[in-house]
C-alpha cells in the first residue's frame, strides 16, 4: 500500500453523537465533577482542577496575555467511559491493532479542550502512529511539516510561531502546510509529519492514533526498541 498523505474530510463527523451532543456545556453539566490534568504551553506548569472550573476559566478570561492552561490528551476511559459511544470509527482509520491493551502501547483516544490560544507544540505523534483528529467546536490552526523536513526542525525544540533563526539557521528550509480545521472537520495526519496545533476559537476536539498496513513495521520497530 502506498504512503498516505495528510488528507481533511468534512462530512463524517456530522454523523457522530458527538458532533451533535459535545458543546462547552455539556461537558460542564454532565462531568464538571471529574478531574483533569491541565498544563501550560512548556508543560512546566500543571495543575488538576474540576473540569467545570477549568471550562469557567476557558469561558471567563480573556487570555491575552497569559501562558494558557490547555486539556490535552484527556484519557476519558475511566472517568466517563461512555463517552466512546459517541465517536464512531472513521472511514479511513482502520486501526489493525484495535482493542489492544498492554504497557507499551494501548488502543487509546483523547479528547482535548482548551480557550482561545492553546497550543501544542511542534512534535510527531508516539511510535509512528497516523492519528484522526475530529474538530467538533471551534477552529483550530495546524502548521504541519513533511517527515522529510525533519533535519530542519532541530527535534521539535524550534517554535515555527516565532523562531529564533540565529539558534536554528536551517529552519528556513522547512516548508510548512497550514491548514484551518474547521468545526465538523477530521484530519487524518500521517505518521511522523510534525505538527504544531493552536485554537483560533474556544475548542473541543477528540483524537485517536492507529496503525495500518502502511506504518506497521516502524511501529513494530520502535516497540522492538522500547523492550530492549
Ligand atoms: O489539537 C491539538 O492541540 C493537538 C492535536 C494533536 O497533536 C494530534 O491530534 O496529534
Ligand atoms: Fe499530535
Request: aromatic fraction near 14%.
Amino acid at each position: 500500500m502506498h504512503k498516505i498523505e495528510i488528507y481533511v474530510d468534512n462530512q463524517e463527523l456530522k454523523e457522530w453523537p458527538a458532533y451533535q451532543k459535545w458543546s462547552f456545556e455539556y461537558f460542564k453539566s454532565n462531568y464538571g465533577h471529574v478531574q483533569v490534568t491541565v498544563s501550560n504551553s512548556n508543560f512546566n506548569e500543571n495543575y488538576v482542577v474540576s473540569l467545570s472550573d477549568y471550562i469557567e476559566y476557558i469561558m471567563n478570561s480573556a487570555h491575552e496575555d497569559e501562558d494558557i492552561l490547555y486539556l490535552r490528551d484527556w484519557d476519558y476511559t475511566d472517568t466517563a467511559p461512555e463517552l466512546a459511544n459517541d465517536i464512531l470509527e472513521p472511514k479511513m482509520a482502520t486501526n489493525l491493532l484495535k482493542g489492544i491493551n498492554t504497557e507499551i502501547y494501548k488502543d487509546i483516544s483523547w479528547i482535548y479542550i482548551g480557550p482561545k490560544k492553546a497550543i501544542t507544540p511542534l512534535h510527531q505523534d508516539f511510535l509512528h502512529t497516523h492519528t484522526w483528529n475530529a474538530l467538533i467546536t471551534g477552529r483550530k490552526e495546524w502548521i504541519i511539516y513533511d517527515v522529510k523536513d525533519t533535519e530542519y526542525l532541530y527535534n521539535g525544540q524550534v517554535d515555527p510561531l516565532n523562531p529564533d533563526h540565529e539558534r536554528f539557521p536551517e529552519f528556513k528550509k522547512a516548508t510548512p502546510i497550514k491548514i484551518i480545521q474547521n468545526p465538523g472537520d477530521i484530519i487524518y495526519l500521517p505518521s511522523d509529519y510534525w505538527h504544531l496545533v493552536r485554537s483560533i476559537e474556544p475548542s473541543i476536539a477528540i483524537t485517536k492514533n492507529y496503525i495500518n498496513e502502511t506504518n506497521i513495521g516502524d511501529f513494530v520497530e520502535s516497540i522492538l526498541k522500547e523492550v530492549k
